[in-house]
């Protein structure tokens, strides 16, 4: 077998920009993934007996405002006009998210003007001057009642945990907004690979080898005495065989059904926030291709549930047990002078897309102009 300059571990988003860039500048790349097919959490394939787009591990929406970003996916596959906007179900009532003026006075019965709603806000804060917690912190942000009825169940139900116990940076994703811009991303490009993530990613793989169904952990002997450089994009608490124990993760898992219907909820994300519905949110994935003519009578929902599964990791919890156990392994890491740790599960953080790609770009230069 070929000695590789890089043998990039995982076919995500990090694995396959990286190995492209690697290839780009003339290295040779292998690519090994565990899973049956590429893409990671990305992958997206066509629902049996439909003409639906699914993405089998949750809706994923490309948004960006970086041009260097913005370019370099579209030279592998063309993107649609999307822009992402989601509901949120609380006791029987459909509300716009994220929370925004709209959203504020359908809640409160009320109509403020934009310019009213930080004083209304205000007296409905608690008096945190440094939020230790995620609850403190959404008080901080958006008053207890709020917090109770659109942040406070779903929290639970998505981390099976107390608001109390999460970092207060868990809630910064979440914006909130004075005006009725509905639209969850404020960046300049947004939108869906037409062809779905999945043809996207195997462009920017296009002739590089890709070894499908392969454990790179369980002979990683082999594999290293095969590659000059390793790029590990999985968990890195795997990697160095739990020596110091499990980080914390919280993981989901999907229900999908074919339903006789033209259109089940009217959009691609319906939050559920009451901890009384078992399931988090339910996806309805042709909302996502509104450029797209669908077989009548047709759709999928697929219901997603919080899950406890270190094997299929989705979100950081970042406890400061976690915290601690990361920073050990990352100790560790900056010692493997032949192997490069990159991506959301071998650096234990949350990144969007358009965030992957940006640091798949930064390490591969710092990484191929080295001797």
């Known amino acids: 077998m070929n000695v590789y300059d890089y043998i990039v571990v995982g076919s995500g988003l990090y694995g396959a920009v990286f190995a492209e860039r690697a290839k780009s500048a ?5 690519v090994l993934e565990k899973r049956d097919h590429v ?8 629902y049996e007996g439909t003409d639906i787009c699914v993405h089998k591990y949750g809706t994923h929406i490309f948004h960006t405002n970086n041009n260097e970003v913005w370019d370099y996916v579209n030279r592998f596959g063309a993107f649609n006009r999307y822009q992402h906007r989601v509901l949120t179900v609380h006791k029987n009532r459909v509300y716009a998210m994220p929370i925004n003026l709209g959203t504020i006075n359908s809640f409160y019965g009320t109509n403020l003007r ?13 008096t945190f001057e440094e939020p230790q917690n995620l609850e ?9 009642d709020l917090y109770e009825a659109f942040v406070r169940g779903y929290t639970i139900k998505q981390w099976d945990r107390d608001p109390k116990e999460l970092p207060a940076e868990t809630i910064n994703r979440l914006p909130v907004r004075n005006s009725y811009y509905d639209s969850y991303f404020d960046d300049v490009y947004q939108g869906i690979p037409i062809e779905g993530y999945t043809a996207l ?16 952990v369980t002979d990683r002997e082999y594999w290293q005495t095969h590659s ?3 790029v590990y994009t999985g968990p890195i608490d795997r990697y160095f065989d739990y020596i110091y124990g499990e980080l914390g993760w919280r993981s989901v898992r999907f229900e999908s059904e074919l339903i006789a219907v033209d259109d089940f909820q009217g959009t691609s994300v319906m939050n559920y926030a009451d901890l009384d519905v078992p399931y988090t949110r339910i996806h309805e994935p042709k909302h996502l291709h509104p450029e797209k003519k669908y077989l009548s009578n047709t759709t999928v929902i697929i219901r997603e549930y919080s899950a406890n599964d270190h094997n299929e990791p989705f979100y950081p919890i970042n406890s400061r047990t976690d915290k601690a156990i990361y920073k050990k392994y ?3 890491a900056v010692k493997e002078s032949s192997v490069f740790f990159g991506g959301r599960l071998a650096e234990y953080r949350y990144y969007d897309m358009h965030k992957v790609i940006e640091k798949a770009f930064t390490d591969g230069k710092t990484l191929l102009t080295r001797p």
């Open 26 to 30: 003339g290295k040779s790349v292998l």
């Open 201 to 216: 990613i195997q462009c920017i793989l296009a002739d590089i080898p890709v070894e499908l169904n392969t454990d790179f």
């Open 330 to 332: 990352l100790d560790l």
């Open 39 to 46: 893409g990671g959490s990305c992958y997206s394939y066509q």
């Open 114 to 126: 934009p310019f009213e709603v930080q004083k209304f806000i205000a007296d409905k804060k608690g």
């Open 136 to 144: 403190e912190k959404a008080i901080s942000l958006i008053g207890r």
């Open 228 to 230: 000059r450089k390793l």
